[in-house]
């Protein structure tokens, strides 16, 4: 098999088209308020940590609400949360919100 290089100019371009493409889509996703949303089926909640001295003071509870709002004013109707399987007190603080556990995953990584 031969590997062929293709001109830095053509890769550079190539590139750029498909990041530009991916921000554009991800703007018209984000900020869809027609039709019903046929591109978006749920949102994704990736990150959410509450200062230690801020906790079991509803701050976590108001910005999920928040989240939810958000995804509702959107027409998403689904929301996913991503928490660390080592982080026990947010598991049950997402079920105590009336989330259910879906799946368990592992990341695997090699340099």
Not at 66 to 73: C, D, L, N, Q
Not at 74 to 85: Q, Y
Not at 95 to 100: N, T, V
């Amino acid at each position: 098999m031969r590997i062929v290089e293709e001109p830095f100019a053509f890769f550079a371009a190539k590139n750029a088209f498909i990041f530009v493409a991916l921000v554009w889509m991800s703007w018209l996703m984000a900020n869809f308020r027609g039709l019903p949303n046929v591109f978006i089926v749920m949102a994704i909640l990736i990150a959410l940590v509450v200062d230690a001295a801020s906790r079991r003071q509803g701050v976590g509870s108001q910005l999920v609400a928040a989240v939810e709002a958000w995804a509702v004013r959107r027409g998403v109707g689904r929301l996913r949360v991503r928490s660390s399987v080592t982080r026990s007190e947010s598991h049950a603080f997402y079920r105590a919100l009336g989330y259910a556990l879906e799946k368990t995953q592992h990341c695997y990584a090699r340099n």
